[in-house]
């Protein structure tokens, strides 16, 4: 069993300082494979650390058909490709609403309109 497969078992029992290890070992790839999915750096970083998440809390599926890389790549893609689709929903443009006006009167902004908080 290689040092990957060894640590996956570690971690299965529990041992964080294995997923500690496996993180060491594979942050670099995976942050790698974020930024080519994801240009913001910042963006592919917490895209890579949910899929890390995702991968250490579904660790008991992993079956070893693949190696664990592989399956954790998958994970991050797919983890990138997520985020992509909730940046997508979240930045509709006002012009594409129906009935909202992208542009506003001065009048919205006057202190007579604004209330106190």
């Known amino acids: 069993m290689d040092i990957s497969g060894q640590l996956v078992e570690r971690c299965r029992r529990g041992d964080s300082k294995a997923q500690f290890e496996l993180y060491r070992l594979y942050a670099s790839a995976m942050f790698s494979v974020s930024c080519r999915i994801i240009p913001d750096k910042m963006e592919a970083e917490d895209a890579m650390q949910e ?18 890389g592989a ?7 797919n983890t990138c490709i997520d985020h992509l689709k909730r940046k997508r929903l979240l930045t509709v443009s006002i012009d594409d609403t129906p009935g909202v006006s992208a542009q506003a009167s001065n009048d ?10």
Not at 71 to 77: A, D, E, F, G
Not at 108 to 117: K, L, Q, R, T
């Open 51 to 68: 899929a890390f998440f995702k991968a250490f809390d579904k660790l008991d599926t992993f079956r070893n058909e693949v190696t664990f």
């Open 108 to 117: 919205d902004y006057s202190p007579e309109s604004v209330e106190e908080v």
């Open 71 to 77: 399956w954790l790549k998958r994970i991050v893609v």
